[in-house]
């Protein structure tokens, strides 16, 4: 009785890819420093964003009255926390998408905070970006908070993805 024959492939085996050169790293590196520029610069838009609907939207619900008030507020309440989540989302998924980092939910996440911190800040003119009795403001800034810090430890804590050959 005879075992019968394992297959064997006649083809030689594929040689691994050879390492990028000089130039691919210094194109690659270059792409990775711009796509955290603008990260850094799409943090502090979206921030600037989430401020400017925060305002609008109070000061709306502020000049309503009765029922439509409630309803109008419950609305845009919403919609607000529903497009900053989404937003810092995205955000973070580019920041690492971009950059390659583990960290680079920090580029976006920091200009986000700083410009929500200063926009609590009144101006010399007496201009105030986030009073403190606008919740949806508030509401806005814990969505923003809660929303990058579970995005940053989703990023940290899982396992990086073997490289594909």
Do not use: C
Request: glycine share 12%; no cysteine.
């Amino acid at each position: 009785m005879t075992s019968p024959a394992a297959p064997v492939s006649v083809l030689p085996e594929p040689s691994p890819p050879a390492p990028p050169g000089r130039a691919e790293r210094a194109l690659d590196r270059a792409l990775r420093v711009a796509g955290g520029v603008v990260a850094v610069w799409a943090g502090v838009l979206a921030a600037l964003l989430d401020l400017i609907f925060a305002t609008w939207a109070w000061e709306t619900v502020q000049g309503r009255s009765g029922g439509a008030q409630a309803l109008v507020g419950i609305g845009l309440a919403v919609a607000g926390i529903a497009a900053v989540a989404a937003s810092t989302v995205l955000l973070g998924w580019f920041a690492h998408a971009s950059t390659g980092s583990r960290w680079a939910v920090a580029l976006v996440a920091l200009p986000w905070f700083l410009v929500i911190v200063v926009g609590g800040f009144r101006t010399t003119e007496g201009d105030l970006a986030l009073a403190g009795d606008n919740a949806l403001g508030l509401a806005l800034i814990v969505t923003g908070a809660v929303t990058f810090a579970v995005i940053g430890f989703r990023h940290i804590v899982t396992p990086p993805v073997p490289a594909q050959r």
